[in-house]
């Protein structure tokens, strides 16, 4: 099958690789009708994240037909039905699963003493996202083997267009849970650093959940309008002072929840001094992460509120502002989305029309464009938001 394959920095290919076979009992073989690319994929095109190795697959946001079943999935799927996969392999039985924390599974991580060395303990298994989280291949594919099939699925309508429901499987939650982590009251703004697929999702879904005011934050001019048709007043950060606007929105107070849809790559300028410091650390292997965003959250966040963070970061990051951060009494929340906590209920408010996940999309390309594709998105050439792939 054709399939996109990690090579090294910067080195994505669409090769010739062999076709996944059913290795357990509770397996399933899925052809992917439509996938999609991730920011998160991009600091793996950058290899800002350890634990790559060549000829990995990429592609965690993925759906499909069920083409084949082990015989351990006992009838939980079925050849011919269409599912999203979440990109969180989850095994339902375990300890965290039960309490719905699905991204920290405890079975799923077939690596888990690698995880167990870095993280302290293992967290669940990944698709197309390094050794540290298993080393299963990823989805941008033809065909994609899911483990623990019988739980790690979101089954989907016929009615509904793949690119409706695609993103239930990764951005989507994720904006929601990153909402969600707010607590959001009808009094609060609601900043969100990055108006990328995620922060496109944070917003909607804050607005959604029922703030008084959600506030975007970039610098790219499409980006931006996507973010006010979503019902956003913005903030351009190379135009503007965010912390001086943010306080003129609050009456001085400052924002009582505020979400990094970045994470570990914040933008670079020398507008912003502390963001070439943590690049040069970060090129010296001082620091992994760019916490910049960070710092910036926690300065302008009003005491006693709530730090948001799906933004991915990977290692350790510099000069976070502790002492700011315990004084004013913020709480931050984070983590890998737990997918299938929250898909039922966003499932519903497809059909019901209450929001259509699709208005992200900007390009639609087969597979052998992906490599290509992966620097359009990265450098947001052709006003690229968001990539769906057709293998
Ligand atoms: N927690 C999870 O489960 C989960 C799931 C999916 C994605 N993610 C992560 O979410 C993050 C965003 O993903 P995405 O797909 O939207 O990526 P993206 O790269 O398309 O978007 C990031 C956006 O941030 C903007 N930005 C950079 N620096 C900024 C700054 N200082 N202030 C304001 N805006 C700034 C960029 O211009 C860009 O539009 C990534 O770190 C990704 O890994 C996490
Ligand atoms: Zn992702
Ligand atoms: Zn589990």
Known sequence: MRALVWHGKEDIRCDTVTDPEIEHPRDAIVKVTSCAICGSDLHLFHNFIPAMLPGDIMGHEMMGEVVEVGSGVNGKLKKGERIVIPFTIICGECEQCKAGNFSVCETTNRKKYLADKVFGHSTAGLFGYTHLTGGYPGGQAEYVRVPYADATHIR???????????????????????????????????????????????????????????????????????????????????????????????????????????????????????????????????????????????????PGGTISIPGVYSGFADKVPMGMLMNKGLTIRTGQTHVNRWTDDLLRRIEEGQIDPSFVITHTVGLEAGPEMYKVFRDKQDSCIKVVLKP
């Open 156 to 302: 989907v309508p016929d009615g509904l267009p793949d690119e409706e429901v695609l993103f239930l499987g990764d951005i989507f939650p994720t904006g929601w849970q990153a909402a969600m982590q707010c607590d959001i009251k009808p009094t609060d703004t609601v900043a969100v650093w990055g108006c990328g697929p995620v922060g496109q999702m944070s917003i909607r879904s804050a607005i959604l959940l029922g703030a008084k005011q959600v506030v975007a934050i970039d610098r790219i001019p499409e980006r931006l309008s996507m973010a006010e048709a979503g019902g956003a007043i913005t903030i351009d950060f190379d135009e503007e002072s965010v912390v001086e606007r943010l306080n003129e929105l609050t009456n001085g107070k400052g924002p009582e929840k505020c979400i990094d849809a970045i994470g570990l790559e914040a933008h670079v300028t020398p507008f912003q001094p502390d963001t070439i410091l943590d690049r040069t650390k970060q090129m010296l292997m001082l620091e992994n992460d760019r916490a910049h965003v960070l710092r910036e959250m926690i300065y302008v966040c009003r």
